[in-house]
Structures are given as C-alpha cells and as structure tokens.
C-alpha cells in the first residue's frame, strides 16, 4: 500500500512516516497543500493523511479539488483545530476519518487501515484467501495455520493482492501500489517478487493472467 502523507510539522511527518513504513507502506511525504494537491492530482495512491493546517493551500481545499477531479483514495484528515464544524465541513468535503491533534500514532494507524478497508470493500482486519490468512493489524500472514516470514515488499504485494482479492492486478499497477516515488517502478521486479512468494506460499496461492496480471482468488460470502 502507497500513502501519501501531507504534514508540514518535520517531527510529526517523521515520526507518521517511520510508524506507517515499520506497518509495511510505502510513503510520500509533503511539507505543503500545493505539493500535496499535485502528487494526489498525478499519482495513484492507496490513502491520503492530510493535515488541514498546510502552508501555501489548506488542505480543505486540498480536498476539495482532488474530489473535483475525481480522485476517489480515501483521505483521514488530521487537525490541530477545535471547531467541529471544520471536521464536519471535512467529511462533507470528501474525508474518510478525521483525527484530532494530538493523537497516538497506534490510534493513526487503527483508523488508516480501517478506511484502507472499508475502500476495497473489506470490513474485518483479517483477510482471507484459501489457506491463506493475512493480519493486517498484526502484519503477518499464515498459510494453513503456520506463520510465514515475508519481507516487507513480499508482504505489501501479498496485501494489496488480497485487499482488491479477485480482482485482476497488472504489473504496473503493482509497481506503483509498492514503491514509493523516489523508487525505481520496474514492472519486471514484480515477477521475481511474485515468485518468491509462490515459493514460500504455494503456486496456486497467486494466480496469472498471462498478457492481464496477477490475483488471488476472492473468499466466496
């Protein structure tokens, strides 16, 4: 999973961070709301945290505009202010959560993957595919009962394959959900990293569609 993280404050951007890359995502990191504008204009991310405080373009504002041009990744707003009408003029706005500051980053972290959920249309924090269970609370996924150690780009292909389970997942569009933007995207490191997990995991745990992409098969209801 890619997040996109607009804080101006340089302790707390860091410390969001170092908690949401030690939780297995990849981050950007923005210092204000006209950067933070473009990235979430031209990028693909999984989830926005977007302080409303930003410098040079407020991050209602921010919002505002990415909804406009139908940027539809969840976004859990961060502010230092009190009024409640400015949270609610947020949710009105496009938000997914809201989090006052301050906060514990294990509270951040609760509500990031619950809206991370709830956007592939997964409630539980448990997800299922076959044998195969994936914590997202705990990062860690177990075939058949027995915990497998993943490293952290194995264990972020795996969860975003099974957070968007049976759907097809070009290449691509893995390479941009894994790395951050300062990383190389090559599409072809996706098969070495697939194929180290067929290893660990089992062939039939990700499936290909030649010429389409990779996916893991949805849970039936």
Do not use: C
């Not at 989090?99 to 409630?123: C, D, H, N, V, Y």
């Amino acid at each position: 999973m890619k997040i996109l993280l607009a804080e101006d404050e340089p302790r707390i951007a860091g410390d969001i961070a170092a908690v949401l890359k030690t939780a297995g995502m990849a981050v950007d990191s923005v210092r204000d709301g006209e950067a933070a504008w473009f990235a979430g204009d031209v990028e693909n991310y999984d989830a926005a945290i977007l302080d409303l405080g930003l410098p040079k373009l407020d991050g209602l504002t921010v919002l505002k505009r990415w909804r406009a041009n139908g940027r539809r990744f969840p976004v859990l707003i961060l502010t230092a202010r009190g009024l409640w009408t400015e949270r609610v003029e947020g949710i009105n706005a496009g938000a997914d959560d809201y989090l006052p500051k301050p906060f514990e980053m294990e509270e951040l972290l609760a509500r990031l993957r619950a809206i991370l959920r709830r956007s592939t249309g997964q409630a539980a924090p448990v997800l299922k595919s076959g044998p195969l269970l994936l914590d997202t609370r705990q990062m860690r996924i177990s075939l058949r009962g027995v915990p497998v150690a993943l490293s952290p780009l194995e264990y972020r292909l795996m969860a975003f394959l099974m957070h968007h389970a049976g759907r097809v997942v070009a290449p691509t569009e893995l390479a941009e959900h894994l790395y951050d933007s300062g990383n190389d995207r090559d599409p072809n490191a996706i098969e070495v990293i697939v194929a180290r997990l067929r290893r660990k995991l089992g062939n039939d745990v990700i499936e290909t569609r030649r010429g389409f992409g990779y996916f893991v098969p949805d849970e039936p209801p």
